[in-house]
Each structure stands twice: as structure tokens, then as C-alpha cells.
């Protein structure tokens, strides 16, 4: 009987850890296909030439923001809508670095650590996003212009204590 037990909590075991496990990639699946549309697409119209790295941001709107090289081997970004109706496409170098967005945010809030800077688009404006935690321990957002760094907005949520 209590080998039965001991089979039946293992069994249970390993088919939550692989129904989870399933979940994942179907959960995922959409955003792969999503990520490759957004390839294609901007191989398409020659907005790159060669992609390093492809992100998804969902703020007001959904966009794929895609760095890669263009046709003259410069460093370029590209945002794209989810919908693929709108399209904003820059030099690297027109815009500050995240390294530029991580000193902004530290020079204006008094935070304990820079969790992570990702680009994104909001108010049709090429921005990044940069998620901190605060010295009261609030986890905050803060957004500024991809161009010159202008501020845009920024809020903090309080966090329980882990």
C-alpha cells in the first residue's frame, strides 16, 4: 500500500512538471510566430540586413523592436506594431545608449538597483523603459525619450517584502 502511495505522488509529480512544461510552449508559441512574422517583415522592406536581437514590449500598444544592421552595415533599430501597420525605424547612434537611460534614472531617483532598460514605443515616440527599485522598495518605471533622454513619465507600484 505505501508503495502505491509513494508511485502515485511520484507519477503526479511528473505529470504536473510536464503539463507545466506544455503550458510554456503553447503560451509561447504565439510570440515565436510573432518574433519571426516581424523578421520576415523587416527583411522584406529592407529595413535590415542582418537582425542580432528581436524584443517584445506591450505598454499602450504592442511593438517587436528589432536591432540589427541595414544595408550600409550601420547599426540601426527598428519598432514595429504588433499589427505591422507602423513602422519607426533609427540609427543607433541618433538616440541615447541604455547605459545613457540607466545614468538618467540613477542621476533623478533614488533607487537601490536597475532591474532592466528595454526600448519601446509610447505616445508614437520611440522611448525606454527602465524598471528599478527604490529605496522604499517600490518597484518603479520610468520612461524616457529614445532620442534625447527627455523624460516622459514614470510611477511606482509598492512591492511586498521577499
Known sequence: MKKWIIISCIMFFLLSIGLGTLAYYVMREPLEKGYEQAQQYVFDQNLLNDIHSITYYHGTESYYVLHGFNEENVETIVWLNQNFE??????????????E?????????????????????????????VLFVDEANRQGYYYITFDDGTFMKRYSLKRDDV
Open 86 to 99: 507602423e513602422v519607426v525605424s533609427r540609427k543607433a547612434s541618433e538616440g541615447i545608449t541604455p547605459e
Open 101 to 129: 537611460a540607466r545614468e538618467i534614472v540613477k542621476n533623478d531617483v533614488n533607487l537601490n538597483s536597475i532591474q532592466t532598460v528595454r526600448l519601446g514605443v509610447e505616445r508614437n515616440l520611440p522611448i525606454y523603459e
